[in-house]
């Protein structure tokens, strides 16, 4: 029977996985059709689901809205998708203004923009925000902005990057709800035929006025005022959601609607949006459905490659495959875990099922990836993240196979844990499929290059956190006895070599590819350094060991260091800002950065204690002898 029970866990776990790819039933509205709606974000294509979601990702740090986040789980408070947040920000703004949207949880930025506490009684939870409780106290923020901005960055104080963070957030979200409309118009369709139909008199006045004729002012008023309303929408810079009409360039709203007195009429794409936006105002569905019909129609054939990719990119999304390998992975490694202090197969077999399974959803997400770019797996530090952590669960289902003994499976399990949670902090930022820089999107050698060195970090990290089972089974448990501590010491060796060599091909290729983008084979830039003193460690360790100067423990000891030279490497140097290489700077990693470091140096220290305080090397009491 127990032989079953591990197929058994993995079969529940890939059912689970299956079932949530089934598209929502829309109710009413399409919000689901709505999802697929190809435009241009960020210099890619993207579907309005992957709009919605990274923007709720940037505002709130989730993917959905809870509509009353002071009511428990119990209560069943209102949950949105992102596309339906997204669809009323941009067509029906006074009632996502109404909804709390927006994470502010530092207290002098809630101090200062006198946002009500934690109160249930009051409806909220004193964390979420909505644009109509910010708004009073806009002005006030403003000047406080202007005061942040002046301040540089690596010197701003946590309340100071509050400020910040938040300002874009609002910049983010004023542009959303001036992407379909302008924020303010109160019946957008109506709106949108008074202008069309008041062109030629406007135009005429304008023309008059310019020429010294007599002209109405209140028309040429009025007139004016639809200029500045439409620039001010070009202006935000909001995603281009227009189809090409003439060209091969999606185009805003904004332009659109300045370009229609010279075009002599409105564009048909901007009718069918004009019509939704009336429709989800209204609260019709009906209506709201069938020019989205029409507005979907009109784009084929013309569109229908953009359409292709933006549906596949829905389904991507709904798959979730990096949300759903790390729930593997943190299940895996617990049943690793409990498997050694009962030294049950079951526990590890059932383990090993679910690496595979959460190693197949995180190559198929890899690959999905790859494919939606054309890019090579390796292009942002988000994707980094998400391939050092596939390398190294490969890596330690490998050791695994050998050994049989539940620290690859830890491995496996920790390390891809710990990646697909830096990545998902990452994806914070924005887009994380952002079109390249044009450096480097090149050749093959930087391909190569990339994905060598980054396979020399997963293999570093691996030897690292191999490192770190040693001393904390060693130190805390008594599993740790001479067989399973020469097991890890062989494993550390044997990745510490895989590690060196493809750190250093890496390093080397990357040369080749700088001598033909910069014309130099070498610059001493932060990151090339970086990638140098990992190839320098890996080596100093393996002389070391060679040489007779470390033995067991020293060996573990400096895979630890390891884990500090790469992340300084990997994440470090990024955020200097200086270089041709910090393409991912980011000020939200630091503060993770020095902790981890901090960690690593504990974790130095405790494995510098006697072996007589390790748990695993105290000598057993003899019973005879009491």
Known sequence: MKK????????VMALWIFGELRPPLDKDFGFTQFARLPLTAGGRIVPMDSLARNSLLQIREKQTLNTEPWKGWSEKPRILSATEWLANVMMHPSVADAWPAFRVDNPDLISLLKLPEKDLAKQSDGKHFSWNQIQPALEAFDRENERVQTVESARRTAYENAVAKLHRRLTLYVRLKNTVQPADAPDWPAGLAAYEAFIP????AVKAQQAGQPFDPAVFRRFAGYVESFQFMSRLESPLILPPAGSAEWRRVGDVLLAAPRDGEIDRSLRDYATMAGALA????????AALQEYTASLVPAQARAMNKARWEVFFNRMEPFYHAMVLYILAGLLAVFSWF???????RSAVGLIGLAFVIHTAGLIFRMVLEGRPPVTNLYSSAIFIGWGAVLLGMILEKFYKNGIGCVASAGIGFLTLIIAHHLALEGDTMEMMRAVLDTNFWLATHVVAVTVGYASTFVAGFLALVYILRGVFTKTLDADTGKSLAR???????FATLFSFVGTVLGGIWADQSWGRFWGWDPKENGALI???WNALILHLRWGGFIRERGLVLCAIGGN???????FGVNMLGIGLHSYGFTDAAFQWLVLFVVSQLALIALGLLPARLWRSFRPTPDPAAV
């Open 564 to 570: 500090i030279v790469t992340s300084w490497s990997w």
């Open 491 to 497: 494993m550390i060796y044997g990745i510490v070599c």
């Open 342 to 348: 009962n030294l049950s197969e079951t526990l590890r």
């Open 201 to 204: 008199e406007g135009i005429a």
């Open 4 to 11: 079953w029970i591990p197929a058994g866990v993995v079969c």
């Open 282 to 289: 209204a609260n019709h569905p009906s209506e709201f459905n």
């Open 534 to 536: 990992i190839v320098l």
